[in-house]
C-alpha cells in the first residue's frame, strides 16, 4: 500500500510562494501517476494538477497555469507543487494524490495524502 505525506504548508503573505512536497512509500512510485487537490472552506475538492509516472507529461487547471507547477523526483520518491503568486482564494487544504495514470488521479484517486494547510492572507 502507498502511503502519501504532504509537508511545506503554512502562512504566506498575497504574493507569495510555496512548495509543497509530497513523500510517497512504498515500491512503485515510479509506475504511479501523482496529482495535486485544493479543498477551500465551503467549497468542493478541487484538481490542481497531475504529473505522469516520469515527469514527462503534466497537466494544470487552466486557471492555475502560470502560478502552479508541479514537478517530481523518482529518485526521492517525491512529488513537488511550486505554488507562486499566491492569493487568499488560494486558501485551502492541499492533499497529494496517486493512482496508475493521469486519468485516473483526476477522476479518483487510488491513494490520498492527510493533506496541509495553505493560508494566503490579504
Known amino acids: 500500500q502507498v502511503q502519501l505525506v504532504e509537508s511545506g504548508g503554512g502562512l504566506v503573505q498575497a504574493g507569495g510562494s510555496l512548495r509543497l512536497s509530497c513523500s510517497a512509500s512504498?515500491?512503485?512510485?515510479?509506475?504511479?501517476?501523482m496529482g495535486w487537490f485544493r479543498q477551500a472552506p465551503g467549497k468542493e475538492r478541487e484538481f490542481v494538477a497531475a504529473?505522469?509516472?516520469?515527469?514527462?507529461?503534466?497537466y494544470s487547471e487552466d486557471s492555475l497555469k502560470g502560478r502552479f507547477t508541479i514537478s517530481r523526483d523518482n529518485a526521492k520518491n517525491t512529488v513537488y507543487l511550486q505554488m507562486n503568486s499566491l492569493k487568499p482564494e488560494d486558501t485551502a487544504v492541499y492533499y497529494c494524490?496517486?493512482?496508475?495514470?493521469?486519468?485516473?488521479?483526476?477522476?479518483?484517486?487510488?491513494?490520498w495524502g492527510q493533506g496541509t494547510q495553505v493560508t494566503v492572507s490579504s
Open positions: 504529473i505522469g509516472t516520469s515527469g514527462a507529461s503534466t
Open positions: 494524490a496517486g493512482g496508475p495514470m493521469m486519468s485516473t488521479v483526476r477522476v479518483r484517486p487510488a491513494y
Open positions: 512504498g515500491r512503485t512510485f515510479s509506475s504511479t501517476a
